[in-house]
């Protein structure tokens, strides 16, 4: 069981919008705020996508946004496109310099 | 390029060891901490250990603590895991992963298969 809860799976249409939930604890997000995603096709290197809640590295398409509100996250992606669909897992910064990870949710653009 | 290439991985039986490498290239390797990250078959990934771009700072998930060792040579631009003690739940792929102060990776390997099995 992972430390930061995520959805199994979301899924949406192309040009759509999808948001995915990282539930955590006031002890991780909700005391740090610092909150990475990453996206990940099988077989290839996790991708940063988001740092520090809400920031995106560079080269990164501003149709992927983060926020936070309490103890959760949420990972949003506007106008999807085919290229989209993946694994998506948060991370959580949880104190005593561990990182926390979620379980992944499975994005499929139908 | 810049990029890390983990190496090492393998099938071994339960109780035996095993060495992970990961070879840093295209940024100054010593001026980054880094992590090792694994993640069982259809799990989550799990943080395993962390070490600091000096080696001055070394910190383990409790679930390998005892058991693995993380180093590193800056000379050789190289980050190690040495696995002892493995047991089948240490089954998953390794990632290394390039630390950021705001406590995220922004470069990660492609990752080994370690394989603990009779």
């Known amino acids: 069981q992972s430390a930061l809860t995520q959805p199994a799976s979301v899924s949406g249409s192309p040009g759509q919008s999808i948001t995915i939930s990282c539930t955590g604890t006031n002890n991780d997000i909700g005391n740090y705020n610092l909150v990475s995603w990453y996206q990940h096709h099988p077989g290839k290197a996790p991708k940063l996508i988001v740092y520090?809640?809400?920031k995106r590295p560079s080269g990164i398409s501003n149709r992927f946004s983060g926020s936070t509100s309490a103890n959760t996250a949420s990972l949003t992606i506007s106008g999807l496109q085919a290229e989209d669909e993946a694994l998506y897992y948060c991370?959580?910064?949880?104190?005593?310099?561990?990182?926390?990870f979620g379980g992944g949710t499975k994005l499929t653009v139908l | 390029e810049v990029q890390l290439v983990e190496s090492g991985g393998g099938l071994v039986q339960p109780g035996g060891s095993l060495r992970l490498s990961c070879a840093g290239s295209g940024f100054t390797f010593s001026d980054h901490s880094m992590h090792w990250v694994r993640q069982a078959p259809g799990k989550g990934p799990e943080w395993v250990s962390y070490?600091?771009?000096?080696?001055?700072?070394?910190y383990y998930a409790e679930s390998v603590k005892g058991r693995f060792t993380i180093s590193r040579d800056n000379a050789e631009n190289s980050l190690y895991l040495q696995m002892n003690s493995l047991r089948a739940e240490d089954t998953a792929v390794y990632y290394c992963?390039?630390?950021?102060?705001?406590?995220?990776?922004?470069?990660w390997g492609q990752g080994t298969l370690v394989t603990v099995s009779p």
């Open positions: 992963a390039r630390h950021r102060g705001g406590w995220y990776a922004d470069l």
């Open positions: 991370c959580s910064y949880g104190g005593s310099s561990a990182l926390l």
């Open positions: 520090e809640s809400t």
């Open positions: 070490i600091s771009g000096s080696s001055s700072a070394i």
